[in-house]
């Protein structure tokens, strides 16, 4: 008779807990946001300028003459952005953003593989310096020899 009433207890709480949610049960989940606190203005800028790194090098691999006449970066100003954490603005993030402009200028005035590894070097080297995590990911943006 025990056995009954232990399962009925145990089972109670959650069924109380289910039922002060509020929310019908779905069968699908509802996920979590990427970035559940929002992204800080500095962050969201290199994720655009990721983005744009990505669409780059999409559209002259997907152009049959591998062209990058034309093509053009724009650039953040990643000294006036607020960072996620006070700490990642250092001397080595100071030193190395106008590295990264320069690098997007230079890819502007003359598009071509060699300036856009270059903005692509600027990056892993800030990032070197600053805030690792996004390391493998930055890699995977630069264009190889053997055009890839």
Sequence with gaps: MRQPLNIIGAILPILVILAG???AWSPSPTLAPNQPNG???LASAM????AQLVQTLDAVMTDSSHSWE???LMSHDFLALAPTAASMINGH???Q???YHLAIEQFNASPSAKHYNEVVASCTQCHLGTCPGPLDRI???EM???GS
């Excluded at 994720?47 to 990721?50: I, Q």
């Design 93 to 95: 993030f100071e030193a």
């Design 70 to 72: 034309g093509r053009r």
């Design 47 to 50: 994720v655009a300028m990721d």
């Design 39 to 41: 992204s800080s203005p």
């Design 97 to 99: 953003a106008p590295i």
């Design 139 to 141: 890699a995977k943006r």
């Design 21 to 23: 949610c509020g929310n």
């Design 144 to 146: 190889r020899e053997d």
